[in-house]
C-alpha cells in the first residue's frame, strides 16, 4: 500500500479503522489465551483463581527475596525534641536558629553581606 498517495482525511480514516482492528485483535488474543489457561488450570485439578493467587504468593516471595525489604521506620528517638538556638541574628535576639534545616533567611542575608557563621555563633 503507498501511503503517500492517500490525503490526510484518508490516512486518518485508516488510523481509526487500524486502531479498533488493534483493539478488536488483542481483545480476541486476550480471550482465547484465558480460555487455553483455564483448560491447563482446570485439567491440572485447580480454578484459574487458585493459581494466580499462587502465583501472586511466589512473585511477592521473590521480590522480596530479591531486593531487602525497607523496614519502615518509626519516629527517631530524637523527634520533637528541642534543640538550643546555635546562631542568633546580631541585632535582633528574637531570630536564633537551631542550624539544623535550611538557613533562614535572616541567615543568607548575614552571609550575603560578608557576615559568617562564627560571628553569629553563640557562645557555647
Known amino acids: 500500500m503507498d501511503l503517500s ?36 488450570a482446570a485439567e491440572a485439578g485447580m480454578s484459574l483463581d487458585d493459581l494466580m493467587a499462587g502465583e501472586a504468593a511466589e512473585a511477592t516471595k521473590k521480590i522480596s527475596e530479591a531486593s531487602p525489604a525497607k523496614k519502615t521506620r518509626g519516629k527517631s528517638k530524637t523527634a520533637g525534641v528541642k534543640v538550643p538556638a546555635k546562631y542568633r541574628h546580631p541585632e535582633n535576639s528574637d531570630l536564633a536558629w537551631t542550624g539544623r534545616g535550611r538557613k533562614p533567611k535572616w541567615v543568607e542575608d548575614w552571609l550575603g553581606t560578608g557576615g559568617t557563621m562564627e560571628q553569629i555563633q553563640i557562645a557555647a
Open 5 to 40: 498517495s492517500l490525503t490526510l482525511a484518508d490516512l486518518r480514516r485508516l488510523q481509526g479503522r487500524i486502531e479498533s482492528e488493534i483493539t478488536r485483535r488483542t481483545s480476541s488474543a486476550r480471550k482465547d489465551l484465558l480460555k487455553k489457561v483455564q483448560k491447563l
